[in-house]
């Protein structure tokens, strides 16, 4: 079963919009972490936002805001007030306790966003 | 610098060929992670190390596979014997505190 599951392959919105990217995950630890990263064309990644598995509040940052809803096991990234810069691909990402301090990211497959003017 | 940075940034590597990849983390960050992102995919977790100690190699997906960091610094990842599945774009971060830094990657072809 995958760990990190992105059903939108490819968004097409309209610049100015708001956008919600899905992001659904499986873990049976209690903590872990969420993240969302932002990859351009350039093929670096860009973090975007974190979310705590004891976050009571949805994490924020500038435009990027994280829809936490831990019983549906759902991080989904709201993009506000969405512009040409955003077009990347973005990915969802989870860190879970692996023991022994290893603690890398299992990503998901991403979702290729693009805005038209 | 400032960031990850990584070389070289395109390596073209004829099948069979030995290829060795750089990674300079940010400076001070103790954890250091290695990726492999195939096409069209999201990157997978290779090998991870904190100063120079290797604590995680099991998504190395062979033997031909090996990563160091001798200084608790710089990391090489090196492939011997190149294979065309190896071709993807190699990915290094760096970690402090919750945030994973990316470098820009390494985009290997084997030919």
């Known amino acids: 079963a995958q760990k990190i599951t992105q059903t939108q392959p490819g968004m097409f919105v309209q610049e100015k919009e708001a956008v919600t990217l899905d992001c659904t995950y499986d873990?049976?630890?209690?903590?872990?972490?969420l993240f969302w990263y932002k990859q351009p064309s350039s093929g670096e990644m860009i973090f975007l936002i974190y979310q705590g598995s004891y976050d009571e509040q949805n994490a924020t940052e500038g435009r990027y805001s994280l829809n936490f809803q831990k019983a549906r096991k759902s991080a989904n990234l709201v993009i506000s007030a969405s512009q040409l810069g955003d077009s990347a691909m973005y990915f969802c990402?989870?860190?879970?306790?692996?023991?022994?301090?290893?603690?890398?990211?299992?990503f998901g497959k991403g979702t290729h966003l693009i805005i038209q003017p | 610098g400032a960031g990850v940075s990584q070389s070289p940034r395109y390596k073209v590597a004829k099948r069979g060929q030995d290829v060795a990849l750089r990674c300079d983390p940010i400076?001070?960050?103790?954890?250091l992670f290695w990726y492999q992102q195939a096409l069209g995919q999201g990157p997978e977790f290779l090998t991870y190390f904190q100063n120079e100690a290797q604590l995680d190699k099991s998504g190395l997906p062979s033997d031909r596979f090996f990563a160091e960091r001798p200084e608790g610094s710089v990391s090489t990842l090196k492939i011997q014997r190149t294979q065309q599945e190896d071709s993807a774009v190699y990915l290094c971060?760096?970690?402090?505190?919750?945030?994973?830094?990316f470098g820009q990657g390494t985009r290997l072809t084997v030919v």
């Open positions: 990402a989870m860190r879970e306790g692996r023991g022994g301090g290893a603690d890398g990211l299992t």
């Open positions: 971060a760096s970690r402090k505190g919750s945030e994973a830094f």
């Open positions: 400076s001070g960050h103790v954890s």
């Open positions: 873990t049976s630890d209690q903590s872990y972490g």
